[in-house]
């Protein structure tokens, strides 16, 4: 019987792997993939105070992007323009990307909205949300009898 179900040892081999080398090929349900001609890099962290959302974005001015929060979602948008081309020259490479981008994130604990800032500096978006008073948690004490 098994020569006619060759495959159904896979389960196994996928536990397998996981166990050796990590968790792999999971769909990350609360990320939207990102959307347009190009997307930035991006990182998102947490400290205790705040989530911070890093994102490369070379070649642009801050004028050209916009950030939006949206219940849990943070989605940055923008466009960088080609550079106008000489006639004259003659490329013999063009590996830089143009165009618009959109990249959506669901931040993983409450973030406090009206209290949001942005900073940028050499190409480095950087976003700091903190977190409402609910998502830094609290401690709760063990009392020994």
Do not use: C
């Not at 070649?59 to 081309?85: F, V």
């Not at 830089?96 to 406090?112: E, I, M, N, Q, W």
């Amino acid at each position: 019987m098994r020569a006619m179900m060759p495959w159904t040892g896979m389960g196994n081999l996928k536990q397998e792997l996981e166990r050796f080398f990590g968790p792999f090929g999971e769909l990350k349900l609360d990320e939207f993939p990102a959307m347009g001609d190009w997307a930035p890099s991006m990182d998102v962290s947490e400290t205790k105070e705040a989530l911070v959302v890093k994102a490369e974005v070379p070649g642009l001015d801050p004028n050209d992007i916009q950030i939006s929060l949206q219940e849990q979602y943070l989605t940055i948008k923008g466009e960088k323009t080609r550079e106008k081309m000489d006639k004259e020259e003659r490329y013999h490479r063009v590996e830089r990307f143009y165009g618009s981008f959109a990249r959506s994130v669901r931040l993983p604990v409450g973030v406090d909205g009206s209290r949001v800032t942005a900073s940028f500096k050499n190409g480095l978006l950087t976003v700091t949300l903190p977190k409402t008073t609910a998502a830094k948690g609290t401690t709760i004490p063990i009392k020994a009898d």
